[in-house]
């Protein structure tokens, strides 16, 4: 409501601005003002009633909810913003409508090679209804394939395919009619000496990326094209390339009901409509990555391990003869770092000033330093902002690894679990990892470097390593890796039917 005071990051988020993890670092940064002073964190203010800018240019109240259908044509990227893509989605939308929307974003993606239906808005709880994966809303494709798919081919598909993702299938699949067929070439174009293509509808509710072309590619019959359809009940119909039209209310409800809600229950729905989140603590080589992975794979969510953060800036740090001692100078250079997704849903890449530097966050002298670095207290206060909006902008549930996620950087986490493993066996895994023998001094060392590890860790000023408050124990000696991810998937699975 206008003039009713909120914190100053709501503020900048409900305008649009950003998350509100984002607007905490533009707070920060001194870039936000109140009636001309420099805003502070947490600063409350009355939207409507004082002038609150960013970088100098006012902003105004929540722009109205916009949902819009999109075709998206081939060699065009699926982003807000691509600096080696040529066009994204966003290029295509009006210029007035994005006024008029503020921050607008896709709702799922499609790859660049492939084409149709895509949804975009600006309303982030309808988006995560429409994007959890437990809502199961049904997108259906049209794929061309050079032959035809043989009786195994297509039992394959339907029954199930092995990705890394896990168990992929799809709902149905069938013959495209000659009808469809005509329709959807006068819509969509038939390139200059295109070969002739067997067509296929496909519907799917996982939503993985590249499934379709993954799967396909998987039973020997690649797909030479692939345009999506429908999502729920909006479909593409005439919706001509590169075009853009608002969704009705009935396909935006159908797509997510939002009617016959009082003010109470939007208040709880906004919550159960933010992505799960899962923190996951515990000493080094407890097994955080290898479970939050497994787990993150099979429940189509997103993982990512904070300690590569660290280790991150360790390299850096190593690399240019930053000194640990140095607070201001590690601070300055946490720009510097990238983390990009693995291709499978995996927050696991660092890359620095454009180098992919992932292979090289084991090294020697990244172990000497990282516990070092580690233990900065600006360092930790610098990183905690860019741990909280990659967890805040999951399109799906989020799983954070750490040691100080259910503690500092999530302590409002749905569901907190600590893995606890005996320091023998933390160091016969990470020796296992290492290529060591069993009982070799290498081994010992690695001993010796974790006990030493923990003690500082344990002992460290900022945000020590301690079992959070209401946490989940689950001890993993002895425990096989398929059973241990299980039991965090059990626990997850919990969480979401709680909320």
Known sequence: MTGEPVRIQKALADAAVSSRRAAEVLVEAGRVTVNGERATLGQRVRVGIDVIAVDGRTIGERPRAVHLALHKPAGVTSTVADRHAERTVMDLVPAA????????????????????????TNDGEWAQRVSHPSHGIEREYA?????ALDAEQARLLTSGVALEEGPARVRSMRLQTDTETRRLLALVGTPHRSPRLHWYRVVLTQGWKRQVRRMLATVGAPVVRLVRVRIGPVRLVDLAPGEVRELSAAERDGLAPRQGRSRADDAVMEDRARPLQ????????????????????????RFFDTGILYRGLAWIAADRDVPASDPAALVELIPRLEIADDGKGLLSRVVVDGQDVTERLHDAAVDQIVSAVARVPEVREALLPVQREIADEAPAGVILAGRDIGTVVLPDADLKLWLEVSLEERARRRSKQRGHPAGSADERRVLDELR??????????????????GAVRIRTDGMALPEAIERVVHHIRLAERAR
Do not use: F, H, N, Q
């Open 143 to 147: 794929l061309g394939v050079a032959t």
């Open 452 to 469: 030493r590890r923990d003690g500082i860790d344990s002992s460290r000023e900022a945000a020590p390593l301690v079992m959070p408050d």
């Open 97 to 120: 409508t994005t006024r008029r929307a503020g921050r607008l974003y896709p709702v799922g993606r499609l790859d660049r090679d492939s084409e149709g239906l895509i949804l975009l």
């Open 278 to 301: 899962v923190a996951i603590d515990g000493p080094g080589s407890s097994g955080k990555s290898s479970i939050g992975a497994g787990a993150a794979r099979e429940l189509g969510y």
